[in-house]
């Protein structure tokens, strides 16, 4: 059963062709209003969303499908320690296809080992985030037209931002690319991206503390909030939560043709006075991940078919 897990379970031409897929369905959204008639999503959310779970649901309704699902670890059996493969195997009974959020690295892995029905990870704790990837990535087609030949610089809490390890990861499969990693000492990229995916890859990438400094070079701007769930103690949070605020006077000695883009909730990162910057593609971003859940829930369900 196909699942989505991990980036890199998609081939560079499959995401391609679900670019195409999302293209199409923003032309032409009633060829696709009937395509999961009689399907269901479950939505299985065992950590706060709003854009993740709410887009995964708008999703299979635009697609003509219905959703059930919880939103809340503590309203699941999980509260009465069900297991995560338990939990799967059950869902695949009522269900056609999973999207699935969870505190711990894996659980979704777990899920999908277990479950009959394919399993998209809707983000794994500190590690992964392959839907809000796609999402980044169409963003970048349609404001760039191009994934080679540019400079990102990821900004804040590169350690726990499960968005910036997947979006390196789809990033390193083409050429041209440089990366600029823009964060506190205390949350820098973890070894492991840099070794596997950065220097295996042969990214040549640099790592600065100074947002000001890597700005002028920039194509991209990918910022971030500081992940305070997953910090060990609330003094550490609080001393680097407000380590970047990106404002109007910061933009001054950016490229005019820059993308900020952010994969929300914003806390104090960006200033609102920003969001009128026609370079910033946040709120583009949140469209965007709407029509590549569809894209992708039309690919697993066509292919879970076979
Ligand atoms: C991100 C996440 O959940 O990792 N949010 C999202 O899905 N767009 C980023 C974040 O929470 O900071």
Do not use: W
Not at 74 to 100: H, L, P, R
Not at 145 to 156: A, K, V
Not at 267 to 281: F, G, K, L, Q, T
Request: aromatic share 8%; hydrophobic share 35%; glycine share 6%.
């Amino acid at each position: 059963m196909r699942s989505l897990i991990d980036i890199l379970d998609l081939s560079v031409s499959e995401i391609e062709e679900l670019i195409a897929t999302a293209c199409d369905i923003i032309e032409n959204p009633q060829k696709y209003s009937e395509k999961c008639k009689g399907k269901k999503l479950a939505t299985l959310f065992f950590e706060p969303s709003t854009r993740t779970r709410l887009s995964f649901e708008a999703a299979m309704y635009e697609l003509g499908g219905n959703v059930i699902g919880f939103s809340e670890s503590n309203s699941s059996s999980a509260a009465k320690g069900e297991s995560v493969s338990d939990t799967a195997k059950t869902i695949s009974c009522y269900a056609d296809i999973i999207a699935m959020r969870h505190p711990k690295e894996g659980a979704p892995f777990v899920a999908a080992n277990s479950a009959t029905i394919p399993v998209i990870n809707a983000g794994d704790g500190g590690h992964n985030h392959p839907t809000q990837t796609l999402a980044d990535l169409l963003t970048i087609h349609r404001e760039k037209g191009r994934f080679d030949n540019l400079t990102i610089g990821f900004c804040g809490d590169l350690k726990f931002g499960r968005t910036v390890h997947s979006l390196i990861n789809a990033m390193s499969r083409y050429s041209g690319i440089n990366v600029v990693l823009i964060s506190p000492d205390e949350l820098k990229l973890p070894g492991y991206v840099k070794k596997d995916v950065l220097d295996k890859n042969n990214i040549p990438y640099t790592e600065t503390r100074s947002l000001e400094e890597a700005m002028p070079s920039l194509d991209i701007l990918y910022m971030t909030r500081v992940q305070r769930e997953r910090f060990f103690n609330e003094e550490d949070y609080l001393r680097l939560k407000d380590s970047y605020i990106l404002d109007t006077e910061k933009l001054k000695n950016a490229k005019s043709d820059l993308s900020v883009m952010h994969p929300l909730p914003r806390v104090n990162e960006i200033s609102v006075a920003v969001d009128n910057d026609p370079r910033a593609c946040y709120f583009k971003q949140v469209l965007n991940g709407k029509y590549m859940r569809m894209a992708l829930i039309l690919k697993l369900l066509e292919e879970a078919k076979k």
